[in-house]
T-cell receptor, first 114, second 111 residues
Framework: NAGVTQTPKFQVLKTGQSMTLQCAQDMNHEYMSWYRQDPGMGLRLIHY???????DQGEVPNGYNVSRSTTEDFPLRLLSAAPSQTSVYFCASSYSRTVRNEQFFGPGTRLTVL | KQEVTQIPAALSVPEGENLVLNCSFTDSAIYNLQWFRQDPGKGLTSLLLIQSSQREQTSGRLNASLDKSSGRSTLYIAASQPGDSATYLCAAMDSNYQLIWGAGTKLIIKP
């Protein structure tokens, strides 16, 4: 199993550009989520999905869109990049959204917006 | 609103020492408390998950405890090794099944 994969690993954008961060998992997990990690702060939830076709907002959803057309893939779209979106982005998955399931994380995407 | 704090932000100890990392949370209404390890440039790896009804969990040289009444969890690392150097994060699962994260403790084990 490859686990949770993310592409790209690094990305530099100019203000106003759009892009999609890719996330895929091969563990047949129902629950997937996107976090951002900023220096000196804990991870913050952007969006999550409890299954194909179902998505919901987390703590910091503004400026981001998601979709979940398949169980395996959960892309994160930046609509119009802003310097405040400079961060490290992590995708995570677990079997389900319950209290007992271990979460698996991808290696992260380091995004810089100029 | 749940807040999770980890103090200190960084810790450096000689190899072989036993050490304790701290995690505090403001709302005792949690489903579980989780500890993760993060290596530079890599994702997070789950270490231990303590359910709200449990007091502690153990895995090898790691032992995590949970005291909901005082809003505290500790991660005990026995006989530390240079390979234990990493950032350790704790996260509390709140009543909405969302993980609320601490900022982490960066641990350096000196050979």
């Amino acid at each position: 199993n490859a686990g949770v994969t993310q592409t790209p690993k690094f990305q530099v954008l100019k203000t106003g550009q759009s892009m999609t961060l890719q996330c895929a998992q091969d563990m047949n997990h129902e629950y997937m989520s996107w976090y951002r990690q900023d220096p000196g702060m804990g991870l913050r939830l952007i969006h999550y999905s409890v299954g194909a076709g179902i998505t919901d907002q987390g703590e910091v959803p503004n400026g981001y869109n998601v979709s979940r057309s398949t169980t395996e893939d959960f892309p994160l779209r930046l609509l119009s990049a802003a310097p405040s979106q400079t961060s490290v982005y992590f995708c995570a998955s677990s079997y389900s959204r319950t209290v007992r399931n271990e979460q698996f994380f991808g290696p992260g995407t380091r995004l810089t917006v100029l | 609103k749940q807040e999770v704090t980890q103090i200190p932000a960084a810790l450096s100890v000689p190899e072989g020492e036993n050490l304790v990392l701290n995690c505090s949370f403001t709302d005792s209404a949690i489903y579980n408390l989780q500890w993760f390890r993060q290596d530079p440039g890599k994702g997070l790896t789950s270490l231990l998950l303590i359910q709200s009804s449990q007091r502690e969990q153990t895995s090898g040289r790691l032992n995590a405890s949970l005291d909901k009444s005082s809003g505290r969890s500790t991660l005990y690392i026995a006989a530390s090794q240079p390979g234990d150097s990493a950032t350790y994060l704790c996260a509390a699962m709140d009543s909405n099944y969302q993980l609320i994260w601490g900022a982490g403790t960066k641990l350096i084990i000196k050979p």
